[in-house]
């Protein structure tokens, strides 16, 4: 038997709704505003047919450049061979999220600014990189108040 190439094909798993997130779409969906330059994630529901993105842009993030009533046009990255070409897909609002993956990043450009304003103040250098995780201290064990223990399995009985 052959397999299918159909437009949804392989997606079994993919637009399948999440556990306890079956049911009415919340309505907050509906009732959040998007603007031209926002970054969201395309994220397909499959609740909704209409305005569903193709399956190869689930899950990529894109930028906002089109606002319509329902749905906004994002710019999306699709990988061609061995270069990506620039999309733009009109998706329903159902199938985006406001992506969070910058929200750390300017966390960070925020408390270098104020570290970096009390150091100038206090005439102190400061390193604002980001420095890896360093290995943790030695420690050494006692053993002479606490004596290695051997462990054996339990005996397994069937009682009847």
């Given at each position: 038997m052959g397999h299918s190439a159909g437009l949804r094909a392989g997606t079994r798993y993919?637009?399948?709704?999440?556990?306890?997130?079956?049911?009415?779409?919340?309505?907050?969906?509906?009732?959040?505003?998007?603007?031209?330059?926002?970054?969201?994630?395309?994220?397909a529901n499959g609740a909704v047919q209409k305005g569903m993105p193709h399956k190869v842009y689930h899950g990529k993030t894109?930028?906002?450049?089109?606002?319509?009533?329902?749905?906004?046009?994002?710019?999306l990255n699709k990988k061609v061979g061995n270069r990506y070409i620039e999309k733009r897909v009109n998706v329903r609002v159902?199938?985006?999220?406001?992506?969070?993956?910058?929200?750390?990043?300017?966390r960070r450009v925020k408390d270098n600014a104020k570290n970096k304003r009390k150091a100038k103040e206090e005439g102190t250098h400061l390193h604002l990189k980001r420095q890896p995780v360093m290995p943790r201290?030695?420690?050494t064990?006692?053993?002479?108040?606490?004596?290695?223990?051997?462990?054996?399995?339990?005996?397994y009985e069937t009682t009847i």
């Open positions: 993919a637009f399948k709704r999440g556990f306890r997130k079956r049911g009415m779409i919340p309505l907050s969906t509906f009732l959040l505003q998007y603007k031209v330059g926002d970054i969201v994630d395309v994220k894109g930028v906002v450049y089109n606002v319509t009533q329902r749905a906004v046009g994002v710019i159902e199938h985006v999220t406001k992506s969070r993956s910058r929200e750390e990043f300017l201290e030695s420690r064990v006692d053993a002479k108040e606490n004596p290695p223990q051997t462990l054996y399995p339990i005996a």
